[in-house]
């Protein structure tokens, strides 16, 4: 039987869009591929998927993958957006994570890799709509609401992607206790490099201090990791 998850791959090499969806097919996605920005554009003006894997480079645009990136997140805080690329240097992952991608791969991943951090990145979206023992709580003026992947800050919605939930989540369950940038990926459920963990804490906290310039909850532990300040 076929997913009702509707996954879109945007990917201007023939060979391995086909690739692509054939793998993920017979994982039982529903699959729909595009080759260029104008196309991808045109689709997400009409319709969202449940996840969306992009490269960067499309056809003649070096950074097309970064628009399209910029541009979905705008329009959902909460869609899971993958990047695979053949660039792979440090800026270009960072500059992706600044703009609300979840998760950036080179292409010389493996198969079975990819499909696994693809699941990994729907398990974490589905994780609070499956439980409906903890759908909300508080931690002072932060309010967290597990069943939609959502965070308040003085009853203001914050435009978090899913990792960045899962983060937040995991420092403000515990305030004072230390945790370590291993273990925000473990719970995060992603596996970057210390870098990666960086720039998504600076960017959690730039979306909070957007809606309370006095934002000052997620302190850096030099040498250890962060720990949210009641």
């Known amino acids: 039987m076929k997913s009702t998850k509707h996954i879109v791959i945007v990917e201007d090499e023939t060979d391995l869009l086909a690739n692509y969806k054939a793998a993920l097919s017979h994982q039982g996605y529903q699959v729909t591929g595009l080759s260029s920005r104008p196309q991808a554009d045109e689709f997400f003006s009409r319709q969202l998927p449940d996840l969306v894997i992009l ?29 695979l690329t053949a660039r792979d240097h440090e800026v270009d992952v960072v500059s992706g994570l600044r703009l609300g991608a979840d998760d950036y791969l080179s292409k010389d991943i493996s198969m079975p890799h990819l499909l696994a951090r693809v699941a990994s990145l729907f398990r974490r979206s589905e994780l609070g709509l499956n439980n409906p023992q903890i759908n909300q709580w508080q931690q002072g003026p932060l309010t967290v609401l597990t069943d939609n992947l959502q965070l308040q ?13 899962w983060m937040v989540q995991s420092l403000a369950r515990y305030p004072g206790q230390v945790k370590t940038r ?23 906290r730039k979306k909070f201090m957007a809606i309370d310039p006095d934002f000052n909850c997620i302190e850096t532990v030099h040498g250890m990791g962060y720990r949210w300040q009641p």
Not at 188 to 201: L, P, R
């Open 153 to 165: 800050w003085h009853n203001q919605n914050v435009p978090l992607t899913v990792t960045e939930f």
């Open 55 to 83: 490269d960067i480079g499309l056809i003649d645009e070096p950074d097309a993958g970064f628009d399209l990136c910029r541009n979905l997140r705008q329009q959902s805080a909460s869609l899971p957006i993958l990047i």
């Open 182 to 204: 291993e273990q925000l990926m473990q719970d995060a459920n992603i596996y970057v490099d210390e870098g990666t963990i960086t720039s998504h804490i600076k960017r959690i």
